[in-house]
């Protein structure tokens, strides 16, 4: 596979949001009460995503093909933590490109990005592959709300 580079999204043009998009739909396949609102929930989520969270906003890109994205907000209110913590919105990996290292590397980008936070996210209660994912890089569950389970990494103080 070609190098894989991680960088900050620079713009959200049409052009973009549409293979964002296109990322996000087939990631959520199979799992579609997680991601499954269709084309226009999606466009609508990833340009709050990208309003609420510019500056850790990154792409997976393989030459000029963006292959996956994750959206890391270092200033998240959260209700259940009482405080400002770290949050992960967003992170899909096109499926045609999943299983090559790419998630680890938009993860490293991202916890990188929010060093020194607690940070936070919600998964799909049957999507036992990200739960794992998540566990690896020291995520711990800490609750549940519906369809979701809470997740959160503490920092080392």
Not at 114 to 127: A, Q, S
Not at 129 to 157: C, D, L, N, P, Q
């Given at each position: 596979?070609?190098?894989?580079?991680?960088?900050?999204?620079?713009?959200?043009?049409?052009e973009?949001?549409?293979?964002?998009?296109?990322?996000?739909?087939?990631?959520?396949?199979?799992?579609?009460?997680?991601?499954?609102?269709?084309?226009?929930?999606?466009?609508?989520?990833?340009?709050?995503?990208?309003?609420?969270?510019?500056?850790?906003?990154?792409?997976?890109?393989?030459?000029?093909?963006?292959?996956?994205?994750?959206?890391?907000?270092?200033?998240?209110?959260?209700?259940?933590?009482?405080?400002?913590?770290?949050?992960?919105?967003?992170?899909?990996?096109?499926?045609?490109?999943?299983?090559?290292?790419?998630?680890?590397?938009?993860?490293?980008?991202?916890?990188?990005y929010?060093?020194?936070?607690?940070?936070?996210?919600?998964?799909?209660?049957?999507?036992e592959?990200?739960?794992?994912?998540?566990?690896?890089?020291?995520?711990?569950?800490?609750?549940?709300?519906?369809?979701?389970?809470?997740?959160?990494?503490?920092?080392?103080?």
């Open positions: 596979m070609a190098e894989v580079r991680i960088e900050k999204l620079k713009e959200l043009d049409q973009t949001l549409e293979r964002l998009i296109e990322i996000y739909m087939n990631a959520y396949e199979g799992m579609r009460e997680y991601g499954g609102e269709g084309e226009s929930y999606a466009k609508r989520y990833l340009r709050w995503c990208w309003s609420k969270a510019k500056d850790g906003f990154f792409v997976a890109k393989i030459g000029d093909r963006i292959v996956g994205f994750i959206v890391c907000d270092n200033d998240w209110y959260s209700k259940y933590e009482g405080r400002t913590v770290g949050a992960i919105h967003e992170f899909a990996v096109d499926k045609e490109y999943q299983g090559h290292g790419i998630g680890r590397k938009l993860m490293e980008k991202c916890l990188e929010l060093k020194d936070k607690d940070v936070e996210l919600w998964v799909g209660e049957k999507n592959k990200a739960k794992r994912f998540y566990r690896e890089y020291g995520f711990r569950e800490v609750g549940k709300h519906g369809i979701w389970v809470r997740m959160v990494r503490r920092t080392e103080s």
